[in-house]
């Protein structure tokens, strides 16, 4: 009986991952090629953003990827003066919530945006983040 | 309809440190709830135990507890809804008599939340949040309200000095409160000094002064049947609504972001359970984690309009004398929360306001009164109506 490998390419996704294996772990292979994706029930065309493997709505777990393109609008964000163990060196940084119409995108503000730049409503655009150590995450952009 | 009660109410006093284990700590708020109902532990014949289990070293408190506590061969039961377990906790109280197959049941909350450093809890609370799509970008909790805070004060001017009037106002009770963590007074002026701890900022447009401390404590809720509750207790509290609620845990999934879609779904079938509403409450505790979930809870529960919390927190009406008083026992802003223990402690002071035992900061012939209990960041709701 030979050792399958696991999969925990998720271990590799933000700043500190909390996380290693998801049936959607291709994500992390569509940020390394520059892409932010999301997945759309071929069933009954449901599309999810964070990815699922599994549509809640009609149960079917056939899913394809779509990219998260163009810009969304700012919905709301928040620039931490503290930060949890482990991303302490991150400080001070923004995260922030981006509505795409179909879906809406958590994740954070790209570093040299500062508070003051921001405000509800703006366009911004959700693009891949490489980071030190072969580790990767997405941040918004402004256009 | 009088078909469960609570008989009893009680808690430690919170504090920073406990110098105790966990199973003394909940001790000590199961011995003040059963000196207030006056009775033995004899007369419990089940027990729930309420915390958020990633703050415990000891795996299991439940059963650790029934040993310790006297309820041994009772049945007992863990529960978790991260900082509203009390409140779930209650509602399976409920049920269980409810349902005829227990008649007193004890109601049992702690945390200790010093067992742990406090990075490591701030990290663990984060990790109450989406771990998968949301912790990995550095999310807290204080951010996640933070965000709440941004999007109310963009829709309807809310200004960070209506959410330090909160504050101020949780001080002024949590003063009187030998309970309480923080006692210390807070006025408007510190959230303006730059010199001032309270003014710093901690994730913006959130403040040190619009945060609630960790505290370790207990607390307890006694709960019996109809027919036990008249043969044990001569101020028997009714529990007359009970409304549960949950919400997509990541900020992506959600589309309410001025007031917590929990708390307004839990409300409702609250208040239609009780077949009452917002003008009918004498009292109440809501969830005051930070100053803005205060706020977000007075237009959420229909104490306020939309945007209009602002108005109700400047013009008082949330005092001792105002139209309706909220967290007269200076809220978990001035009390601290032991997250498991908090909803327990909510509860009681609304049992000891319908009572008549509320001393200093008793509401005259309240005969209404309301917990408001969020666990998460509107992750869970909860919403109890009581009444005489
Ligand atoms: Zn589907």
Redesign the interface.
Known sequence: MGKKEKDERFRKFGTVSFTGTTRVNDFIDHLEQGKVTGTRCKSCGNTFFPPRADCWACRSSEMEWFDVQGTGRLVTFSTLAFGPKGFEGDLPYTIALVDFGAYKVFGRIADGIVESDLSIGMALAAKANPLADGRINYVFHKQ | MNDVAIIGAGQSTFVRYYPGSVRELAFEGFSDALGHAGIAAADIDASVVCSAPEYDLQRSPAGVFAEYLGLNPGPTFYVETLCSSGSTGLKLAYSLIKSGLHDVVAVVGFQKMSEISS??T??RM??GA???????????M???Y???A??HM?AYGTAPEDLAAIRVKASTYGQLNDRAVYRKAVTADMFTDPDNMMS???????RVGDCCANADGSSCIIVASAERAKSLCDKPVWIRGIGSSSAPV?????DL?TGLAVAREAAGQAYKMAGIGPKDVDVAEVHDCFTIAEMMAYEDLGFAGPGEGRDLINGKETYLNGSIPVNVDGGLLSKGHPIGATGGSQIRTIVLQLRGEAGEIQVPDASVGLVHNIGGVGLYGNVTILGR
């Open positions: 990075a490591e701030q990290e984060g990790r989406d771990i998968q799509w949301e912790s990995p970008f550095g999310t807290m204080p951010a996640y933070a965000m709440y941004r999007a963009n710093g900022s901690v994730a913006s447009p959130l990541n900020l992506a999934g959600r972001f």
